[in-house]
């Protein structure tokens, strides 16, 4: 059971870091955007990176330098903050006594617990969650599982920011991001709960070709990978995730233009790639956007995981 338990804490860590433009391709996924003579730099992350993965590429501590603001999606509460930490699962969790097994078709129920089964766990102990803290949980086991876990892109930066004394911005409130997990999956509990672990079957190959595409800078992929399927499958999700989001980005990304400082903003990859990317937004308005590529630079600031 505590072994159990302390599953369920560090999935709710991971929650905290996980909210998934033309093809081409480059040396990374860092972009600069400009309009006249302002610019500043849009950097794609990925929320959970192997420590394998790095040094980060030199185009990302580039940015890094150059800002005097970093802009993230939204202020992760620390790891040790057990207050916190149960906050966010009280958000994610059922009241009035629901579970979520009651809102399963009963083929998809049976191949949920026949998964928790294959990680030692079982629907009981989840039945309390909402879809999307399920599906956290269940990608958290099977990136433990295939060793893949790391802090990821966002962490890496935030933590750099606070000893840098870099300032920090966000562009959501962890409150928000709560509340859109809370809306993910609801009134679609089996497609949904389906989907994530039809994701699963190939969990590995899936990860490891983002990453790839996201260290290549290769949109392209990045669209096959990241969005097409969950339009396809999930586009309830898509909507919520990433095509709103980048919508209440815009304005926010636009208001930064016309100062005399300069910003990094990270956000995860997969707002970066398709059709209604960030990227693609911003030129639709009008902006210049171009791959930023910095040859024979050393990062001092990204050579090595923290």
Known sequence: MKSFTKKIVSASVLLSCSLLASAAHAQSSVWQVSKGNDSLFIGGTVHILPKSEMPLPTEFGHAYAQADTIFLEAPAPDPSDATAQMQMLKA???????KLSQKLDPQVKASLENKLNEFGANLTKLDNFRPAMV???LMSMELQKQNLL?????AYFAKKATKDNKTKSYLETMEFQLELFKAMGQNNESNFIKYNLAQLNNYGGIFKKLVSAWREGDTNTLNQVAI???????????KLLISDRNNNWLPKVEAMFGNDKSEFILVGV???????SLLTLLENRGYTVSLLEVDNVVAATTKEAE
Do not use: C, F, R, W
Request: proline letters at 3%; charged letters at 25%.
């Open 92 to 98: 994610l969790s059922y009241s009035n006594n629901e």
């Open 135 to 137: 599906s956290i949980v």
């Open 150 to 154: 790391g802090e990821g892109v966002d």
């Open 228 to 238: 097409k399927e969950m339009q396809k499958t999930d586009p309830n999700s898509y």
């Open 270 to 276: 997969a707002h970066l790639a398709g059709q209604d």
